[in-house]
Every structure is written in structure tokens, then in C-alpha cells.
């Protein structure tokens, strides 16, 4: 499947695409709005070129790079894959770890949606000795264990957990190469050792104070009993 620029500069999409906004967070599909000339492609015959779409839901600008497969006197043929520019922001609920750990974070997260991979890599063994201080003497032993707990309900193979645990715990000296695919893996391992380390105990914390707070609600108290008549 190809999108096209027709000589006519009519642009023709392949099929309707949506993603996740970056600025709205909801999936929805992306409107062209400014596509490239056929006259200007057809002249400069570049590799790439950008397109402009918009947001059905919010109506903000979605800009994206797309390839450019061929070009004939009738029509410029595009790639399919549209790259965005401005990809969504990763998702986790920051508001139930400490405030230290969900600043160091934060950051770790914006690395790896502005594709900073090595940069993401360092900010995860940053976010791991934030949780070490915040638990005390028994910090790196209690972020061990998250990870193994990660990397056995991921069924992770040895080798690309030997590979993330380097990145992880490994030596200090010198910053960890890593690629896209082992960064693809390592932000889920990471959000999932945050979850078991904090999130889930907080959620059951507040879960079960809200059911003792109803359950005091719905008992009786301050009953006076009816006296029957003998």
C-alpha cells in the first residue's frame, strides 16, 4: 500500500490512520490538512517529505516525515509509514510514587518518547538508585527483585536479560549503547518494577480504605431497639 500526490496535487491516503495524540492523549485519526506540491516534489525529487494532519479529536497539528518511493509524470508515490515528529508521551500514573522517584522518572520517559535511547538507558539506572535511596539499606536488593519479578512474567529470554540487566546494574564506567528494540523492551520492564514497587500497593492501600470507609457507613450504630408488649 502507497499514498499518493496526484499531478493535480490531489492527496491520496491509503487507508484512515489514527494515533494516540500527543497533545490530547486519545486515539484518533489524523485529517490531512497541508501536503506536499506535486510540482515542488517532481522538481527537488528529495528522499523524504512532511505532511501536516490534524487531530479529529482535538484539532492540533500532527506533523509527520514520509518517504518518497517514485516519481512518474502522473503521481508521486509515498510510503505508508508515516513517521511522526511529535510522538505521545508514555503514560504511567506519577501521582503514587515518591516525589524524588517521580520527577527522575518523568524525565526517564521524555527520553525515550524523543528517541534519546542511550540518554533513556541512563536515566533508568537513575530512576533505580532513586528507589534504592527512598527504601534505605535494603534498596538494591528490593530493586533486584523487582526486576526479576519483571523479567519472569515477561518470559524474557536469557540473553536480552542478561543484555538489560548490564544496562540496569552493570558497571558505572562508561554509558550503555542500547537499541531501539532493547529500549522497546527495557520501558516496559522499568514501568512494570514501578508498578509492583508502588503503584499496585497504593492503589490496594486506597482500595481498601475506601471499602472500610463504606462498610462503617452501612453499619448500624445508635440503634434504639422497639420494646414489645408482654
Known sequence: MANYVNKDNNFELAEPTSRTCPHCGVDARLLPVATPSFEELARA???????VFRCAACNEPRFVRVSVRNVTDERIELSSTLVEVERARIRFPLRHLPAPIAR??????DCYSADCYNAFAAMCRATLKAIARERGRNGKLFCHELFQGAVTVAELDAGTTRRIETILFGAEDGAAEISADEAAVLVEIIKDMLYEGYVRAAKLKAALKMRRFFAEEAAPTNVTPFLRRA
Not at 525529487?45 to 505532511?51: A, D, E, L, M, Y
Not at 527522575?104 to 520517559?109: D, P, Q, S
Open 104 to 109: 527522575i522518572f518523568r524525565e526517564t520517559l
Open 45 to 51: 525529487r528529495p528522499s523524504r517529505t512532511g505532511v
